[in-house]
């Protein structure tokens, strides 16, 4: 830290981010990347022409990729928000919408309470469950903004669309923001109720279904007021967040055979995801009920630190959180079939070692 440091700033935790390791080949498993790479459709987008037109800024505005996010999901361009990952739009939201404080989970994305720190929002945690649920009630009259990732991260466990509905109208004077990071995976999104509710902000990535993690590209639906917010604050920040080889990327992303490799993608790592879940279960671990592209996942016998450490030195990347509440388990991305092979193995034979 120097001594220029602006003092508010001194005690900021900043987030610390999954591995990306050089040298050494890994099974990558730890930060929910997808597996499969982008469809051609996405990879022809980023074309030598467009890389000759690196010289000019990007449209600020992103207005055909809006319309194309908005004609997918049945929206107009006003309700669609984007920026440079879902971690930009959160962000921005956080700065926006907490002025009166933040609550979300316990146990839930370790981004949401860096940006209450960055930005002085005080936060409440509010405790999951014993079975690592949200109980809805419990976000009745927040008279704060509320966060929540649905999937949750990093259990996987999603609340179905009429719980989250109920939080949305029992907060009517705050805004409700449902991460929706993971929801392609098999959950129910809220989407569809932006246009009745003006205090619900949904945000997504492509960084998950999309297999865009590294082009950097979030985007968010809600009413017009409050896209509009969001706009302010980005346009006070970096108006050019989303560069031009994302935004055709992204763009490319939404046509219908790109759309159609996604669902079949998202499908298979759905159906990898239940059956990696079944053969933990029989090996004797805990694993949680999942709808995103990861498990959560517990060994009785091996305590989590262990068994992120075993897996690494037999070439597997997990990802294992040190917080008290979960640090029995490991998350698990959903990799392809003999990527979920091989974890199965190892798991295996870190399970009979401790035996012996
Ligand atoms: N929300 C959740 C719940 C996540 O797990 C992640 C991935 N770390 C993000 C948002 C951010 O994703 P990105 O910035 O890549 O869009």
Do not use: W
């Not at 690592?132 to 927040?142: N, R, T, V």
């Amino acid at each position: 830290m120097s001594r220029f440091l602006n003092k508010k700033y001194e005690a900021l935790e900043a987030y610390v981010p999954g591995e990306q390791p050089r040298g050494m080949e890994y099974i990558k498993l730890n930060t929910n990347e997808s597996p499969y790479p982008p469809p051609p459709a996405v990879l022809d987008a980023v074309s030598r022409e467009e890389l000759e037109k690196l010289r000019l800024y990007s449209d600020p505005e992103c207005a055909e990729l809006k319309q194309a996010l908005a004609d997918s999901y049945g929206l107009e361009r006003k309700n669609v928000f984007v920026s440079n990952g879902s971690d930009d739009i959160l962000n921005f939201a956080f700065m926006a919408f907490g002025a009166d404080g933040a609550v979300f989970p316990d146990v839930t994305y370790g981004f949401y309470k860096v940006f209450c720190a960055l930005h002085g929002i005080p936060f409440a945690p509010i405790p999951l469950t014993e079975q690592f649920e949200i109980d809805p009630q419990d976000y009745f009259g927040a008279q704060r903004m509320i966060a929540i990732a649905n999937p949750n991260a990093p259990t996987g466990i999603a609340l179905p669309l009429a719980q989250i509905e109920r939080i949305v109208q029992e907060n009517a004077e705050h805004v409700v923001l449902i991460d929706e990071a993971y929801v392609d995976f098999g959950a129910q999104s809220a989407v569809g109720l932006i246009k009745k509710y003006d205090n619900l902000l949904v945000v997504h990535t492509y960084s998950k279904s999309r297999s865009m993690a590294g082009a950097r590209l979030g985007f968010a639906f809600g009413a017009a007021g409050l896209i509009e917010d969001l706009e302010r604050i980005k346009f006070s920040t970096n108006p050019y967040s989303v560069n031009r080889m994302t935004r055709a990327a992204g763009t490319a992303a939404l046509c219908g055979s790109a759309a159609a490799y996604y669902r079949e993608k998202c499908a298979l790592i759905a159906k990898t995801r239940d059956e990696l879940r079944e053969r933990l279960l029989a090996l004797g671990m805990e694993v949680l009920p999942s709808l995103a592209n990861f498990v959560f996942a517990r060994c009785a016998a091996v305590d989590g630190e262990t068994v992120y450490q075993q897996l690494k030195q037999r070439g597997i990347l997990v990802r294992h959180f040190s917080t008290p509440r979960i640090r029995d388990y490991n998350r698990i991305t959903i990799g392809t079939p003999a990527q979920c092979d091989a974890l199965v193995l190892a798991m295996q034979e870190i399970m009979k070692e401790k035996q012996q």
